[in-house]
């Protein structure tokens, strides 16, 4: 399973993009259309986090207004994402992939789309929100039908998720290399390892202590989790999505 993703500018060269998928074949509940809301009330769910996945704290009951404009991709509803703020979702991945709708989304997907989703991406889909964005994903099973996709995506005016992380870390470079404690110098050294560690705490569960996130990381990190800069930069990433959770006001609550 390919995961195809590009964030767009604007939110109908999205939305163009996404029915263009639709029209290549790829089935609609493998697509989903992620864009910037306007407003949301706030509904509480349960305390429970899936790791990897963004905590949603509360849906607006119902579709959104002009959400999916001639897009074909089932009802479309705003989420209130911590550290995003509104967001509004079109598509069943998209709701998964924020870690809402429980059984119901779970049942609506198979188990092959639930282990292809693109959560190691999400915090590159939050920052390009946060911007005013809009963002395209789909999962196709074909490799040849996700580089078709992902023309598509071009074509329509995407920007690649590769470079839209790219320039996410080069909006908290600056910031890292002052702040590093062993100095610029040392930053420069330690970069590669502090920013694997930075991104790896952007997947684990909000809050999650060391201890407990060192057995889930070190299976797909290896010996890079006993590096002090990994380390350092995973508490610096834990650090990072708590102050845009108090920036968006959805701090979740203990």
Same mark, same amino acid.
């Given at each position: 399973?390919?995961?195809?993703?590009?964030?767009?500018?604007?939110?109908?060269?999205?939305?163009?993009?996404?029915?263009?998928?639709?029209?290549?074949?790829?089935?609609?509940?493998?697509?989903?259309?992620?864009?910037?809301?306007?407003?949301?009330?706030?509904?509480?769910?349960?305390?429970?986090?899936?790791?990897?996945?963004?905590?949603?704290?509360?849906?607006?009951?119902?579709?959104?207004?002009?959400?999916?404009?001639?897009?074909?991709?089932?009802?479309? +509803?705003?989420?209130? +994402?911590?550290?995003?703020?509104?967001?509004?979702?079109?598509?069943?991945?998209?709701?998964?992939?924020?870690?809402?709708?429980?059984?119901?989304? $779970?049942?609506?997907?198979?188990?092959?789309?639930?282990?292809?989703?693109?959560?190691?991406?999400?915090?590159?889909?939050?920052?390009?929100?946060?911007?005013?964005?809009?963002?395209?994903?789909?999962? +196709?099973?074909?490799?040849?039908?996700?580089?078709?996709?992902?023309?598509?995506?071009?074509?329509?005016?995407?920007?690649?998720?590769?470079?839209?992380?790219?320039?996410?870390?080069?909006?908290?470079?600056?910031?890292?290399?002052?702040?590093?404690?062993?100095?610029?110098?040392?930053?420069?050294?330690?970069?590669?390892?502090?920013?694997?560690?930075?991104?790896?705490?952007?997947?684990?569960?909000?809050?999650?202590?060391?201890?407990?996130?060192?057995?889930?990381?070190?299976?797909?990190?290896?010996?890079?989790?006993?590096?002090?800069?990994?380390?350092?930069?995973?508490?610096?990433?834990?650090?990072?999505?708590?102050?845009?959770?108090?920036?968006? $006001?959805?701090?979740?609550?203990?």
């Amino acid at each position: 399973m390919h995961s195809v993703a590009g964030v767009f500018a604007r939110r109908g060269d999205a939305e163009r993009g996404a029915a263009g998928l639709v029209e290549l074949g790829i089935p609609r509940d493998r697509v989903t259309l992620l864009a910037p809301g306007i407003e949301a009330r706030r509904i509480p769910t349960d305390e429970g986090e899936a790791p990897g996945m963004g905590a949603t704290l509360g849906a607006v009951v119902g579709g959104a207004s002009g959400a999916a404009v001639g897009l074909p991709l089932g009802a479309a +509803v705003t989420l209130l +994402v911590p550290g995003v703020g509104a967001v509004i979702v079109a598509g069943v991945i998209g709701a998964a992939l924020l870690g809402v709708g429980g059984a119901t989304v $779970g049942a609506a997907l198979e188990a092959s789309l639930v282990t292809g989703l693109p959560r190691d991406e999400l915090f590159v889909y939050e920052d390009a929100l946060r911007r005013g964005h809009a963002v395209v994903v789909a999962l +196709v099973d074909a490799d040849d039908l996700a580089t078709r996709a992902r023309q598509i995506l071009a074509t329509s005016g995407a920007e690649s998720i590769d470079v839209a992380r790219e320039r996410w870390w080069l909006g908290l470079r600056r910031a890292e290399r002052e702040g590093y404690p062993a100095g610029a110098p040392a930053f420069e050294r330690d970069e590669t390892l502090y920013r694997r560690g930075f991104e790896a705490a952007l997947g684990a569960a909000r809050g999650q202590a060391w201890a407990e996130a060192e057995p889930e990381l070190r299976p797909r990190h290896g010996a890079d989790v006993d590096g002090p800069a990994f380390r350092h930069g995973w508490e610096r990433g834990q650090a990072y999505r708590s102050e845009l959770d108090m920036r968006t $006001g959805l701090k979740k609550s203990a």
